[in-house]
């Protein structure tokens, strides 16, 4: 009969139904829930989602995110999951790359459709040099664009490794009762100078007075706050970023050394940002769901496997909730 497939327990008008059923949870949750089987549920997979990309769907790719993820939780077991971002920001697989070693990424560069490869323009990922000469060698056209957000977590890290031990001496030398009026410090300190109220400013006041080096890093961390998001050119972006690198050094800050090797070796993928603002946001934003989607499934050692997983939760709603398929 047309309305079933031979040895398949759903009928074809059922089959889209059981396919966002599967999405977001376990093969082992729906085959209770609906009574087919487990077997059936994983059948029902192979027959409706491809085991990787049909590249000739792919069209107006022009971005690219790099990134990796571990299978297993604490062994480094590294592969890497390649997105592509849409028209509207969101992130679509591309692939599943078994290893995040430079020679394997590079081939799977090489390796893409010409018209795929050749519109590709930006490739956002962090600061990982596997990943930049990858993209340098194998996609030599694009442009490597290191997240701004990576950078920040790198340099806000090192004003928050200085204020501790300032705090911890603090409480040694100051009087119970003058301790007491800079305590609760930690997330007005975290926030930009922008978006404190009132009493926050009164309190970071009072902690600055009473550690001048806390101020400073805090001054310096918002100069290069401003600078990321002023209106500036790829050319311009250097200009404003070296003079704050010379007044840190001079300062004798040592909380921004780590930030200053990091900035100076990979300042050219670093101020690519300023070319379009683009970031790794799709990419993280991804990222979060397939550490989701490891937990439900006690992970998914599978590659092929991993890609239609990640298919169905990024991709099968929209796909079979009211197209039937």
């Known amino acids: 009969m047309s309305w079933y497939a031979a040895k398949s327990p759903p009928t074809t008008a059922y089959e889209p139904y059981l396919l966002v059923q599967l999405g977001h949870t376990t093969m082992e949750a729906v085959s209770i829930k609906e009574d087919i089987g487990y077997k059936a549920a994983d059948a029902l997979v192979a027959r409706w989602i491809s085991r990787e990309v049909r590249w000739g769907e792919v069209q107006g790719v022009q971005i690219l995110g790099l990134d990796e993820i571990a299978r297993k939780k ?17 992130g679509k697989v591309l692939a599943v790359v078994p290893e995040r070693q430079k020679q394997t990424v590079r081939q799977f560069l090489e390796a893409l459709p010409k018209r795929v490869k050749r519109a590709i323009r930006i490739v956002c990922t962090d600061m990982y040099a596997g990943f930049s000469n990858a993209v340098k060698e194998g996609c030599g056209q694009a442009q490597v664009v290191v997240d701004r957000y990576h950078g920040a977590k790198l340099y806000r890290a090192g004003v928050d490794r200085l204020r501790r ?37 009164l309190l970071l006041k009072r902690v600055f007075a009473a550690s001048p080096d806390v101020q400073q890093a805090y001054e310096y961390r918002e100069q290069l706050t401003a600078r990321c998001e002023a209106e500036l050119s790829k050319d311009q972006a250097p200009q404003k970023l070296k003079p704050w690198q010379q007044r840190v050094r001079a300062s004798g800050l040592r909380c921004y050394d780590s ?65 039937g398929g």
């Open 74 to 90: 604490g062994q480094r077991d590294f592969v890497v999951i390649v997105t592509a971002r849409s028209a509207t920001g969101e």
């Open 165 to 201: 031990p300032e705090l911890r001496r603090l409480k040694q030398e100051l009087p119970t009762e003058d301790y007491a009026k800079i305590q609760g410090a930690l997330w007005p300190f975290r926030k930009n100078a922008a978006d404190l109220e009132e009493e926050e400013r």
């Open 259 to 323: 930030f200053l090797q990091t900035l100076a070796q990979w300042m050219e993928e670093i101020t690519n940002y300023f070319l379009e603002r683009n970031n790794s946001g799709f990419v993280e934003g991804l990222n979060n769901k397939l550490k989701v989607l490891k937990r439900r499934c006690y992970g998914i050692f599978n590659l092929p496997h991993l890609f239609q997983r990640i298919f169905l939760d990024l991709e099968g709603y929209r796909l079979f909730a009211r197209t």
